[in-house]
């Protein structure tokens, strides 16, 4: 007798049930599956960690060539046609952000001390296990990178996943590896968060390396008076496993300035990075960034600056280096050649 095979897809941070399929069923069948619980068209649908033979299952092999395990959690990119066709007009009146709120002055720092927050953070460093990919580096400075609009537009539609990336990715993170020792930290699952960084070429550069991914176990929930309870990803999990990065030489991108409310001068808000396929033209955001932190990565200490001002901070050294430039110093002794 044909065994039912039940499976989960799990696609926009919701999960869905898929059953009566049977082994026999092929992943064309379970693909129109998928569609009629989600919505997602059969060739939207990337269906990431499903493998066979080391690739992606084409649409007529079986479901029991895949030995899937009951209620095998498939991960799935891919959009409805109706977001297709929005991320292909540009909006009217493109809100600035969505889901996000900027913390007002006064009440991080309220939330920074509590000490009911201290505690659960001291149970992350003891309880939570960060994955280490590489060894961390002398004398580097520590770069913590969100992902989703961060540097990966995770709604938009794409034939691969490199579309969506955001440009100059790869650029600015084999500049930042220079100074900083580069981890991600993203609210999703570790499976997750190794897929996208597979996918996206990441994890397999050669011109930089990833010391290691946080994911949103790490995260903590907190309370403000305003916003009631959110999840936060807290610094101090880090500084607390690694004693060589401190608030003095850590600095955290993400696209949430929520998500740095535990820690919030070591927090950079960044350009959200939405509708690929509009913004890809001219998305130069990371690029500014990289120059950032090469400017900043010569500070003794990042605690004296306010990230909020990053592209003022650059604007002002380039005016300091032009004027150098306009009113040379006279030659020092070293300068004359040697007689
Ligand atoms: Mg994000």
Known sequence: MESEIKLIVKWNSKEYEVDCLSENDSIGTLKEAIFRKTGVRPERQKLLNLKFKGKMPENDCLLSALTLKPGFKIMMMGSLEAAIADANTVPDDLPEVIDDFDIKDGEDVAIENKEVYLSKIDKRIREYEIKVLNPTRQDKKLLVLDIDYTLFDHLSVAECGYELMRPYLHEFLTSAYMDYDIAIWSATNMKWIEEKMKLLGVS??????????????????????????????????????????????????????????????????????????????????????????????????????????????????RKEKKHKHRDPEPPSSSDNPPT
């Open 204 to 317: 397999t550069h050669n011109d930089y390396k990833i010391v290691f991914y946080l994911d949103s176990l790490a995260m903590i929930t907190v309370h403000t008076p305003e916003y009631g309870v959110i999840k936060v990803k807290p610094l101090g999990v880090i500084w607390g496993k690694f004693p060589q990065y401190t608030p003095e030489n850590t600095i955290m991108f993400d696209d949430t300035s929520r998500n740095f409310l535990m820690n919030p001068q070591n927090g950079l808000k960044i350009r959200a990075f939405r509708q690929a396929h509009l913004n890809r033209s001219s998305d130069r955001e990371l690029l500014k960034l990289a120059k950032y932190l090469r400017a900043i990565a010569q500070l003794e200490s990042f605690v004296n600056l306010n990230h909020r001002h990053w592209e003022r901070y650059l604007k002002a050294r």
